[in-house]
């Protein structure tokens, strides 16, 4: 075979475009940062260089999934990666919770695999070619039972690899593997689900019943994911369920039609996570308020709801987005002001002084343009690829930002303290407290389990 027919045979299975540069960039940043760590982490483990090894190749295969042109790499790919995820997790094999967390894992990584396997095969027939280009191409001419199927089969999957509800169990059983496994698991593999709903997203947006799906599926598991994060007492875990939540916002923003800000959304969490599971052990050891939160006024919210504003606005402003109130664009923009009005509450609860209101006012601004300036970044990146397609504003998603929206403010306006000696509250309370858990056999009871 001479080099230009090697040439043409890969370009018939592997192809780059923006979407593969920007996952590949990201896949490259966080596995060069969980290697660097792991040198020191690792340092004396005596399966120090199988660990190596393996963290390499799934590097390796991640890659060859965010470039794969053909539908069958693409699920050898997404397969070998699960593998060898898995393997990293049971590094201790002789510690029984760790197994047993990987098992779990594997158990749920192999039900979507089998259902990706079966919507590959299934959109291979309808488009007559595996080509993931060609499809995409004729995204509106693919149509009948088995396409509708396909995409059906598809969400399941990216559901699995997300930890999105009711397939979250395998995420917050994860918490034994080492602290880079899990870094690496939170800011790149559960990331998959996304990758794979970006990827196939002209095929979703010529079907707006699968945009109404993944919407419900990611407010359910944002609100879910949110809420059993204040629950923990446990750091891991606490970040676990953040995940499941962020997991959840980014599922939103894809069934809005919002695949590009999915894609900025799915960076910045993947970099903002594996900072924190990297720098988690360094939580021990700060010293914490006797309380932590003394409850804010209605004074003070309303000066943080109008820099909420502010930056929500400056957000809007520095973001190539074009903002309408009769498209899903502004359910987008409500949760800017969501995001920058919480953000202002936490700054004036916290910090001291009379120049607290100035610093929170500024740091609403400059977090409101840096996100802004981000998402324009990747939008015009991935431009060529028509990833930013609003949808009318039904009363589906005005009935979800709603109750996004009365979520947020009874959070706010502490009506959990006024309803916690109420026995509806608390069975609200242990139903969401036993729902956060991890599984039973995942848990060490006592030290002398542990085999290190």
């Not at 029984?96 to 259902?115: E, V, W």
């Not at 080509?131 to 004729?138: E, G, Q, R, W």
């Not at 599984?439 to 030290?447: A, D, N």
């Amino acid at each position: 075979m001479t080099f230009l027919e090697l040439r043409l045979d890969l370009a018939s299975v592997f192809r780059a475009d923006p979407l593969s540069w920007t996952m590949a960039a990201l896949i490259a940043v966080v596995i060069v940062t969980v290697s660097g760590y792991s040198r020191r982490y690792m340092a004396g483990d005596r399966n120090r260089s199988g660990y190596g090894r393996t963290l390499l190749l799934l590097g390796m295969s991640i890659l060859v999934m965010v470039f794969a042109d053909s539908l069958w790499v693409m699920l050898a790919s997404w397969g070998v990666s699960n593998l060898l995820l898995v393997r990293l997790m049971i590094h201790k094999q002789e510690w029984r919770a760790a197994r047993n967390a990987g098992l779990l894992a594997l158990k749920t990584f192999s039900g979507g695999f089998g259902m990706l396997a079966l919507a590959f095969c299934l959109l291979s027939r309808s488009a007559h070619t595996s080509s993931i280009a060609a499809i995409l191409a004729h995204s509106k001419e693919i149509s009948g039972h088995q396409t509708s199927l396909a995409l059906m089969l598809i969400i399941l999957a990216a559901m699995t690899q997300s930890a999105i509800w009711p397939f979250h169990r395998w995420l917050i059983s994860s918490l034994n593997s080492p602290t880079p496994v899990s870094a690496l698991m939170h800011a790149g593999l559960v990331n998959g689900g996304g990758f794979l709903l970006v990827r196939f997203a002209p095929l979703y947006l010529a079907r707006p019943d699968f945009l109404h799906l993944l919407f419900m599926a990611g407010l359910v598991t944002a609100i879910l994911g949110t809420t059993w994060k204040l629950l923990q007492t446990d750091i891991k875990r606490m970040l676990a369920c953040s995940t499941m939540g962020q997991m959840g916002f980014m599922v939103i923003q894809c069934g809005m039609g919002l695949f590009a800000p999915a894609v900025s959304h799915l960076c910045w969490h993947g970099l903002f996570k594996a900072y924190l599971f990297l720098s988690a052990g360094s939580v021990v050891q700060e010293k914490r308020r006797e309380n932590p939160f003394r409850g804010i006024t209605l004074a003070s919210f309303g000066v943080s709801c109008l820099f909420g504003v502010i930056g929500a606005y400056t957000f809007a402003q520095t973001s190539s987005s074009a903002f309408h109130a009769g498209d899903t664009s502004i359910v987008l923009l409500g949760l800017a002001f969501m995001a920058a009005t919480q953000l202002s509450c936490k700054i004036l609860d916290s910090v001291r002084g009379p120049g607290r209101a100035l610093f929170s006012l500024v740091v609403s601004i400059v977090t409101g343009a840096l996100y802004g300036i981000s998402l324009r970044l990747v939008e015009h990146v991935l431009a060529p690829l028509g990833l930013l397609r609003p949808q009318p504003l039904d009363v589906f998603y005005l009935s979800g930002l709603i109750v996004m929206t009365l979520i947020w403010l009874s959070m706010n306006m502490n009506i959990a303290v006024r309803l916690q000696n109420t026995a509806f509250w608390k069975r609200l309370y242990m139903a969401g407290l036993n729902g956060g858990q991890p599984h039973p056999s995942t848990i060490t009871e006592r030290r002398s389990a542990y085999h290190g």
